[in-house]
């Protein structure tokens, strides 16, 4: 496999589809001097407009992006197009310039002194005062919540359909103010359910899990320490990396399969979801920024590395920080059967009843759809060599990428490995790998 990432790898890197377009017309050779390459960086100076020149950079071993230009977008078009010429060869091995190494340099000095505070913050010890509070806090909005959930299902779900958003808002606000906002965030989420076939089911179904959570987190003391764990994060309790870091270590060399971004409270958050080439593990790595600001783009779709993760505590450790990264690998995914991911699924599930999505990699799937019935994005399925199939939920995003036709497309009614997002709905294609085609970012 050649190390340098494929077109749709660095185009899956854009912050939107317009900069996707405008990296291809900066990636061509005229338009750049001084491109260079090592085993570490990319570099080059690209003509803008009228007299400009921007000096663009990348760190490859994040990535991490850098250029002169005003843009506000992270990683810009020229970071993208630069890449886009090194994926195509364009760009040779050479010396690094001044100014690409005082750069690297000064990241490295950046992320020592960014270590050095974590350290010290770990070792300040925290005040029981301010703990004994919020636990307090939260006990009391756990059991505002449990008789709220009593009072919506004795009033009956049929009313649900027609009220107002403030009931669930009005609920979440109380748990964000109780200092339980993994709760709030469920609880929020609720008013979403009320649509399509069966929403009482699935309402009813949430509030009963909700139910469960609360009752457990009221019995945490008879709980085993990786459950107990479990329920606290699932109420907002959260663990401090340093703590992450010092626990479990997992080496492998891991596939990032795919990601996805989710904007919520004016927060995005990105899912990465990873798998383990030896050990067929799973892990979920997520980054968090603000409007405005650059989401973490250091796990590339359809690239692998050698590294250890640190996972969170709980009693089914999907959840993980990169803790050391030794270097990148040219791998190819390594998948299971539609019966082995639900398999995988089932035992997680119950490990952790509230888990609602599962990383899926199926090596071997071809796609296909129910007989008689025309290729749509709702009927399309995900078929083994077992014969054993699982439906395919597409994004509702207008955008040509989200829809079925590239994923057909990279197939060829052939076999292939497709990576995606698992859950109750169907499974959502965020990636698929072909053996000629290489890797499709969806």
Not at 143 to 166: F, I, K, N, S, T
Not at 175 to 199: E, F, M, T
Not at 200 to 217: F, G, V
Not at 319 to 329: F, N
């Amino acid at each position: 496999m050649n190390d340098r990432w494929g077109r749709e790898q660095i185009l899956g890197l854009a912050p939107d589809a317009s900069s996707a377009k405008a990296a291809g017309g900066v990636a061509k050779p005229a338009k750049w001097r001084g491109a260079g390459c090592d085993s570490h960086s990319v570099w080059g100076e690209c003509q803008g407009s009228g007299k400009s020149t921007y000096q663009a950079c990348v760190d490859l071993s994040e990535p991490a992006f850098r250029c002169s230009c005003p843009s506000r977008k992270f990683p810009c078009k020229h970071a993208l197009g630069l890449l886009l010429l090194w994926s195509e060869g364009a760009v040779d091995a050479a010396a690094r310039p001044q100014w690409v190494a005082e750069w690297l340099d000064q990241r490295r000095q950046r992320a020592a002194k960014a270590e050095e505070r974590r350290t010290a913050t770990a070792a300040r010890a925290p005040d029981p005062r301010t703990a004994e509070r919020r636990a307090q806090r939260v006990d009391d909005g756990v059991a505002e919540l449990a008789r709220w959930l009593r009072d919506q299902v004795g009033q009956g779900l049929a009313r649900a359909e027609q009220a107002p958003y403030r009931v669930w808002d009005d609920a979440a606000r109380r748990l964000v103010d109780a200092q339980a906002p993994g709760l709030a965030a469920q609880v929020k989420s609720l008013s979403a359910l009320r649509h399509g076939d069966g929403w009482p089911e699935r309402l009813l179904e949430e509030y009963a899990l909700l139910a469960l959570l609360a009752r457990a987190y009221r019995r945490r003391a008879d709980l085993p320490e990786p459950l107990r764990a479990t329920v606290r994060s699932r109420i907002g309790f959260t663990v401090p990396q340093e703590e992450v870091l010092r626990g479990e270590r997992v080496r492998d060399e891991w596939y990032v399969a795919g990601s996805r971004d989710l904007a919520q409270d004016q927060i995005t958050t990105r899912r990465a979801w990873l798998r383990g080439i030896r050990t067929g593990r799973s892990a979920l790595v997520l980054s968090f920024a603000a409007p405005g600001r650059p989401l973490d783009a250091s796990l590339v779709v359809g690239t692998a590395f050698d590294a250890e993760l640190a996972f969170y505590p709980g009693a089914q450790p999907l959840r993980a920080l990169v803790a050391e990264r030794h270097g990148p690998v040219s791998a190819a995914p390594r998948g299971t059967t539609v019966g082995g991911l639900l398999q995988e699924y089932a035992d997680a599930l119950a490990r952790d009843p509230w888990l609602d999505r599962w990383p899926a990699v199926l090596e071997g799937v071809r796609l296909a759809t129910p007989r008689q019935t025309p290729v749509r994005a709702d009927t399309l399925h995900a078929v083994d060599e077992h014969g054993d199939a699982l439906p395919l939920h597409f994004s509702p995003s207008n955008e040509s990428r989200h829809d079925p036709w590239r994923l057909l497309a990279v197939s060829g009614g052939g076999s292939f490995t497709l990576c995606g997002e698992w859950s109750p709905r169907g499974l959502r294609p965020l990636s698929a790998w072909h053996e000629q085609e290489g890797v499709v970012v969806l």
